[in-house]
């Protein structure tokens, strides 16, 4: 679930620093508002890679800055 949270509030965070909304990062990302708030809502386990690249295009960053935050880097593994 903390994973899901990080994805979710770095959205946010990236959003509010490009200025836009939830619905035109859904435009410019060709991704459908509702898979979109569902990975903001963390109702979605897992977004698949492919998702988050195609967020990633609609906020103008590439994934390797997308993840570059200080909670992904201090996330651990425990396994399931």
Excluded: W
């Excluded at 903390?2 to 410019?28: A, D, H, P």
Aim: aromatic share 12%; glycine share 4%.
């Amino acid at each position: 679930m903390k994973e899901q949270m990080i994805v979710s509030e770095r959205i946010k965070y990236l959003c509010q620093q490009e200025g836009i909304s939830y619905y035109e990062l859904s435009y410019k990302a060709a991704v459908p508002i509702t898979t979109l708030m569902h990975i903001i809502n963390c109702s979605t386990k897992n977004p698949g890679i492919f998702t988050i690249i195609k967020v990633c295009n609609g906020l103008n960053v590439t994934i390797q800055e997308f993840f570059n935050s200080k909670e992904f880097i201090d996330i651990e593994y425990e396994p399931e």
